[in-house]
């Protein structure tokens, strides 16, 4: 099991930028594909951005794709997702997600550990 603390979340203006980074505990971190995702309220959790254990296999969400950036530190046990251009829409709660796999993946049944969330509130 993987814990996952995620930061970096606030309110900014259409246009700006963010950084969310995802604090990890466990002996696991550095074998498992990471993954961020988003939910609003009423709607389903969906995926945005996923990073598999080396960092090389990167994949988004098209809605993102140009604008925003996942990466991760293994020797700092964190994940990032760089976010620029935001727009209202991309306001949501934003979760880290760890993988049970090695290989990048998109699914979310195939995340097995979760944060906490941190609000990302993108103002017009």
């Known amino acids: 099991q993987v814990q996952l603390v995620e930061s970096g979340g606030g309110l900014v203006q259409a246009g700006g930028s963010l950084r969310l980074s995802c604090a990890a505990a466990g002996r696991t971190f550095a074998t498992s594909a990471k993954g961020w995702f988003r939910q609003v309220p009423g709607k389903e959790r969906e995926f945005v951005a996923g990073?598999?254990?080396?960092?090389?296999?990167?994949s988004y969400a098209d809605s993102v794709k140009g604008r925003f950036t996942i990466s991760r530190d293994n020797a700092k046990n964190t994940v990032y997702l760089q976010m620029n251009m935001l727009k209202p829409e991309d306001t949501a709660v934003y979760y880290c997600?760890?993988?049970?796999?090695?290989?990048?993946?998109?699914?979310?049944?195939?995340?097995?550990?979760w944060g906490q969330g941190t609000q990302v509130s993108v103002s017009s």
């Open positions: 997600a760890a993988s049970r796999v090695a290989g990048l993946t998109t699914r979310l049944a195939d995340f097995g550990s």
């Open positions: 990073i598999d254990w080396s960092g090389v296999s990167t």
